[in-house]
């Protein structure tokens, strides 16, 4: 059984989406390991990013929060201590 064929223009929005996510992501990361902000502006990144992150892809909050959430708070206990980011998680 095939399955049925993509719709172009919808391909071509969600391989948009995905690189803007891929893109936040990374941007994301790089604000975490290298900024010049104190523990409470990581957190408020990390939240603007997960609305971010929401409105490409609205309803995924689990997904979000099983794949980069523990990604950002590794990056902050690394950098600020090993109880950073429990209130996060």
Known sequence: ???????????????????????L?????????QGDHGLSEAEAIIERTRCAVLTLFPGREST????????????LQER????SGETLQ
Request: no cysteine; charged share 25%; hydrophobic share 40%.
């Open 1 to 23: 059984m095939s399955s049925p064929p993509l719709d172009p223009a919808a391909l071509r929005e969600e391989n948009l989406r995905m690189r803007r996510l891929r893109h």
């Open 25 to 33: 992501i990374s941007l994301t990361t790089a604000e975490l390991a």
């Open 64 to 75: 979000f929060e099983l794949i980069y959430r523990p990604r950002f708070v590794r990056i």
């Open 80 to 83: 600020y201590g090993s109880s």
